[in-house]
């Protein structure tokens, strides 16, 4: 499943494809509304030496979410969001990065977003809570 927000967000940091400064990620929905994408941070998104500033993991987690919502066609934006960084991402390293709605209200959606390592094990995950505008 593919939607096009190209138009809408081409100046997002994460997604925008004219943001010159920006990520350029793509991302896409399998049937069961789960959305993912791949990224693979650069030398720039470094905090410890080699290893990718926690900020940056959590701002592509929360974009992950917000893009389920828009995957659901309700465009929505963070209320509130809990990251857990549970192993060390490094600069360079090839990751896979998946969200789901966990709950959808009529005001409100429960999400959750994590992200794997190149062995597949989790790096990172987030829950979040966003309201439609």
């Known amino acids: 499943m593919e939607v096009d ?7 997002c940091f994460v997604c925008g494809t004219e943001n010159r400064e920006g990520m350029r990620l793509q991302f896409s929905a399998d049937e069961n509304g789960e959305v993912r994408t791949e990224w693979k941070p650069a030398q720039y ?14 701002m592509v987690l929360d974009e ?26 490094f600069v ?10 966990v709950e959808a209200r009529q005001k409100s959606l ?3 977003a994590y992200c794997l390592g190149e062995d597949e094990e989790r790096k990172a995950e987030a829950n979040g809570l966003f309201f439609p505008v």
């Open 92 to 101: 360079g390293e090839s990751l896979e990065l998946r969200g789901r709605c």
């Open 110 to 112: 429960k999400l959750e």
């Open 64 to 89: 992950v979410m917000a893009k389920v919502c828009l995957f659901r066609g309700t465009p929505a934006v963070t209320v509130r969001m809990e990251v857990r960084f549970k192993k060390p991402v």
């Open 5 to 11: 927000y190209t138009d809408t967000y081409q100046g």
């Open 45 to 58: 998104m470094q905090g410890f030496e080699n290893i990718v500033h926690g900020g940056f993991i959590a």
